[in-house]
């Protein structure tokens, strides 16, 4: 048995098929059929499987163009992402069929490539004020309200500490003396 199965054949013992299967984002009978050696036999793309479990519970992770460093099995539920009412999830559903290096898209769920140095050549001063009343307008506009609004301004601050520590990390070099 694989390192990745034994983990989650270990994570399940723990925490039950279910539970696992809720951090993956996959079905409990895929979890099983995992642990019972069945799931390739059926066709199961066991690399996606292998992701998964890297991710959430070995902690590998990807370097993401809008989250930053998050880990695989988070990067496969971007990807799979439908909805972009939300301005962050609009960024990844691009980033995801731009090109990223890590997206398992096929071909035709992409679309045109978006160079780096587009992206960064549109970079426009933060406004907080800005940001805040956009995402207000949206809450409303939704009907989801004050529980809505904090999770999109808690989305928001993801993407900001992001954009603030990747300017951190281009401005940290090590000086020469």
């Known amino acids: 048995m694989s390192n990745w199965l034994t983990i989650l054949a270990e994570q399940a013992s723990a925490h039950g098929q279910e539970g696992v299967a809720k951090v993956l ?29 890297e991710g959430a519970y070995m902690n590998h992770v990807v370097l993401c163009p809008i989250l930053g460093k998050i880990p695989l099995h988070e990067c496969d539920k ?8 939300n301005p962050i999830r609009l960024r990844l559903y691009r980033a ?3 090109g990223c290096a ?6 035709k769920h992409q679309f045109k490539r978006i160079s780096v140095t587009q992206i960064e050549s549109r970079i426009k001063q ?10 207000e307008r949206q809450s409303i506009t ?3 309200g004050h529980k809505q609004l904090c999770e999109l301004l808690k989305q928001e601050l993801i993407a ?3 954009r ?8 940290s070099t090590p000086q020469q003396e």
Do not use: F, P, W
Not at 164 to 171: A, F, P
């Open 25 to 53: 984002g996959i079905s409990k009978t895929v979890v099983c059929q995992l642990i019972n050696g069945k799931y390739a036999a059926q066709g199961g793309n066991m690399e996606r499987m292998q992701k998964l479990v």
């Open 142 to 144: 939704d009907n989801g």
């Open 78 to 85: 971007h990807q799979c992402n439908k909805s972009t009412s």
């Open 160 to 162: 900001l500490a992001y």
């Open 126 to 135: 933060y406004s907080a004020e800005a940001t805040y009343s956009r995402l």
């Open 96 to 98: 995801c069929r731009s």
């Open 102 to 107: 890590h997206s398992n898209l096929s071909a």
């Open 164 to 171: 603030y520590n990747r300017l951190l990390e281009q401005h």
